[in-house]
């Protein structure tokens, strides 16, 4: 993966939150596999049902899905679709 990607952040969102190391990987690691299970659908389309499955990821961490979804939307974006590699 490409660390500039990792890096963006939408010119109007506010700052992002600083993750521990282990609540980064595993956004990380959520965008890549997801995109390996949705293949080439719209981020667009999968967003909602990332975000509902991240509340049930998540486990006990406080880790909101505002604050990991721009890292798990940059990692899905590197990651290639099944077939694709």
């Known amino acids: 993966m490409e660390q500039r990607a990792l890096d ?6 506010s700052p ?3 993750l521990r190391r282990d609540e980064e990987a595993l956004a990380l690691t959520y965008g890549v596999e997801a995109r390996r299970h949705y293949g080439d659908r719209a981020w667009s389309e999968v967003e909602p049902e990332l975000a509902s499955g ?4 998540r486990k006990r961490s406080r880790t909101e899905w505002a ?3 721009d890292r ?3 990692a899905w974006s590197c990651a290639l679709p099944p077939g694709e590699r």
């Open 67 to 69: 604050d990991v979804a």
């Open 54 to 57: 991240w509340s049930r990821l």
């Open 8 to 13: 963006r952040t939408p010119s109007d969102a």
């Open 16 to 18: 992002r939150r600083m």
């Open 72 to 74: 798990v939307e940059a």
